[in-house]
């Protein structure tokens, strides 16, 4: 197969006019894009950061804090931009199904039961994050248009997510104190660090869809 029709092929993932077509090739990009989800959901950034200081503390209005990224947010926005909403949303979705069914592929295990856990609602909104994401990007890819789906796609994951955590903690008829532990250590300084990284992960998509093409070549 030579490289012009491989990326007519990748290019078709984004087409919007073009029905599901399972191929050997469709699999393997899908199959990658789940095992990425699994890599950045147990993998770890750490570094130092700033933040403001109320009141004032001796003299200095901001104190060094080291912190713990993960980068599942960024990976979701990047598999939206780089093979489109269905491919996309096809991918998360055998994600969250081998998590449910066979493997612990989640931050905190997996099994059926994970759906009574704070913070399954995060990884629901993976599916329409996507699609928003991929939707916005189907027709231009600039920087404009990249950072507001950074934006909507980051947003729609932590709304949907805090909105999913507060029904669980009725459920379980968990205390304000904690419920907001919770929004802070899900929803808090990571939402800016999810933009930041997710549009440099949008950016990404392109050169790696360009690599595909070569190496598929």
């Known amino acids: 197969m030579n490289t012009k029709r491989l990326k007519e092929e990748l290019d078709a993932f984004n087409a919007e006019n ?7 090739g469709t699999l393997v990009v899908m199959g990658w894009c789940v095992f ?3 890599i950045a959901t147990f993998t770890q950034i750490d570094f130092n950061h700033y933040i403001p200081v109320f009141p ?32 996309g949303m096809t991918a998360v979705t055998i994600y969250i199904l081998l998590g449910l069914t066979f493997f612990p592929i989640f931050a905190l295990g997996g099994g059926i039961k994970y759906i009574f856990q704070y913070n399954f ?19 231009k890819f600039n920087y404009a248009t990249i ?10 994951i932590h709304i949907i997510g805090v909105f999913y955590l507060v029904l669980m903690a009725i459920i379980h008829r968990d205390s304000f104190s904690n419920v907001a ?16 990284f997710g549009y440099i992960a949008i950016l990404l998509s392109k050169p790696v869809k360009q690599i595909l093409w070569l190496s598929m070549g």
């Open 56 to 87: 004032q503390v001796d003299g200095n209005f901001w104190k060094l804090k080291h912190y713990s990224y993960i980068p599942q947010i960024p990976v979701i926005l990047f598999i939206a931009a780089l093979i489109g909403k269905r491919f």
């Open 18 to 24: 073009k029905k599901l077509k399972i191929t050997m």
């Open 147 to 156: 950072a507001k789906a950074d934006l909507l796609g980051v947003l729609t």
């Open 181 to 196: 532990a919770w929004i802070v250590m899900q929803s808090g300084t990571k939402m800016i660090y999810d933009f930041i």
């Open 36 to 38: 990425l989800i699994i």
């Open 121 to 139: 609602g995060y990884i629901l909104a993976y599916l329409p994050a996507v699609f928003i994401v991929a939707f916005m990007l189907k027709d």
